[in-house]
Structures are given as structure tokens and as C-alpha cells.
């Protein structure tokens, strides 16, 4: 059996993140004999993931452990020129395998264009570590939602505390930003929400 593991977060809060982080990653690979860990993403988050991942890869030497990145090129020359002028986060000789996405669709709404990486990353997982909290929304919930629906096994690696300081905080907010962000948690767009509640999707996003 293969374990494909996808990650999904941005911004950390919790002092014990990369605890739970590795803590995450090891049980995928003691569970599994062969791990491939997928990243597309750019940001400090994919940094840590992918240090851990590292990190475990070099713990385990007996295990068949992948790293892999995405990346939208549709040729491995347009990919080579794209890690020759640093697009990519991840340097070539930590990189045991490049994933190409096919080409997008013309008409693909442009929230999918913007997250297509991702979005193939967790299509094409069996697993996703994640550190997202749903009460935040963002684009992030239209990824945890399609991780829910392609049934991957969810490991959750938030903080029980910060998700009730959370909850907490958003009380303190009027009655329509409350539902702006319980809309949002839902995966509904700005222009739905604003919609639904007669203001402009630049409105919802605010």
C-alpha cells in the first residue's frame, strides 16, 4: 500500500505545531512502507512540511520515502528553465520526483486556477495533514472540503485551545460578519455570500 500525503495551512499560531507536525508525519510512515509526500505550495508553511519530511526521510533510511513536487509546466524543458531562475521553492537535489499538472481548462474559474497545485496535490493523495481551522474560512475550506469529499484520511494537527480562542473572538463580532464567516467556513464564495446577504463580494471579503 502507498500513502500519499498532502499538506494544507498557511499562517502558524501554536508553539507546538512542528511537534504535531512530525508527530503526523511519522505515523503515516510507520503505518505504510512506502510514503510519497506531495507539496505545492510556496509559503513558510510548505518550508516547515517539507523540512520535517526531510528530516523523516533521513530517520527512516529503510522506508520508501518520496518527495515530490508539483509543478504547472507543461514540459520538463519549461520546468527545468523554471528551477534554473528559483520559481520553485523546493532545490532540485531535494526533489526526488516532479509532478507536471496537465494543462488547465480555458474556462476554469479563476479561485480554481488560483489553487490548481493544491488541488491536484489532494486529488491525487491518500492522506492530508492539516492544519487548518474550518471557523477561518478562506479559500483553504474550499481544499479541506475536497479533501473531505475525496474521503482522505484527515489528520487534524490544530490546537483545541487556539480553536476556542477562536471561537471565542468571533462572538465579539456583529451579527453579519458572524455569518459572513460561517458562510465562508461552508466553502461559499465572496460574490455568494454577498448574495445571500445583499452586499458586494469585495464587502464579503472584507
Known amino acids: 500500500y502507498v500513502a500519499v500525503?498532502?499538506?494544507?495551512?498557511?499562517?502558524?499560531y501554536d508553539l507546538d505545531f512542528n511537534q504535531k507536525?512530525?508527530?503526523?508525519?511519522a505515523k503515516i510512515i510507520r503505518e505504510n512502507d512506502k510514503v510519497e509526500f506531495l507539496?505545492?505550495?510556496?509559503?513558510?508553511?510548505?518550508?516547515?512540511?517539507?523540512?520535517?519530511a526531510i528530516e523523516a526521510k533521513l530517520q527512516w533510511p529503510q522506508k520508501d520515502i518520496t518527495i515530490v513536487q508539483t509543478a504547472k509546466s507543461e514540459s520538463a524543458d519549461t520546468l527545468k528553465e523554471q528551477i534554473r531562475k528559483t520559481d520553485t521553492f523546493i532545490l532540485p537535489?531535494?526533489?526526488?520526483?516532479?509532478?507536471?499538472?496537465p494543462p488547465s481548462p480555458k474556462r476554469e474559474i479563476r479561485i480554481v486556477v488560483d489553487h490548481r497545485e493544491e488541488r491536484w496535490a489532494i486529488e491525487h493523495s491518500t492522506h492530508l495533514i492539516?492544519?487548518?481551522?474550518?471557523?477561518?474560512?478562506?479559500?483553504?475550506?474550499?481544499?479541506y472540503n475536497l479533501a473531505k469529499?475525496?474521503?482522505?484520511?484527515?489528520?487534524?494537527?490544530?490546537?483545541k485551545e487556539t480553536v476556542c480562542n477562536i471561537s471565542t473572538l468571533t462572538q465579539q463580532l456583529s451579527e453579519k460578519e458572524q455569518q459572513i464567516l460561517k458562510m465562508d467556513a461552508k466553502g461559499l464564495t465572496?460574490?455568494?455570500?454577498?448574495?445571500?446577504?445583499?452586499?458586494?463580494?469585495?464587502?464579503?471579503?472584507?
Open 5 to 12: 500525503c498532502s499538506f494544507l495551512g498557511s499562517e502558524i
Open 21 to 25: 507536525l512530525r508527530k503526523a508525519i
Open 130 to 143: 492539516s492544519y487548518h481551522y474550518p471557523v477561518l474560512g478562506g479559500s483553504e475550506q474550499m481544499l
Open 39 to 52: 507539496f505545492s505550495q510556496r509559503e513558510s508553511f510548505a518550508h516547515l512540511c517539507l523540512a520535517a
Open 190 to 206: 465572496n460574490k455568494q455570500i454577498g448574495g445571500k446577504l445583499g452586499i458586494s463580494a469585495s464587502g464579503a471579503q472584507r
Open 149 to 159: 469529499k475525496k474521503k482522505l484520511k484527515i489528520m487534524d494537527i490544530t490546537n
Open 93 to 101: 537535489c531535494i526533489t526526488d520526483k516532479i509532478a507536471l499538472l
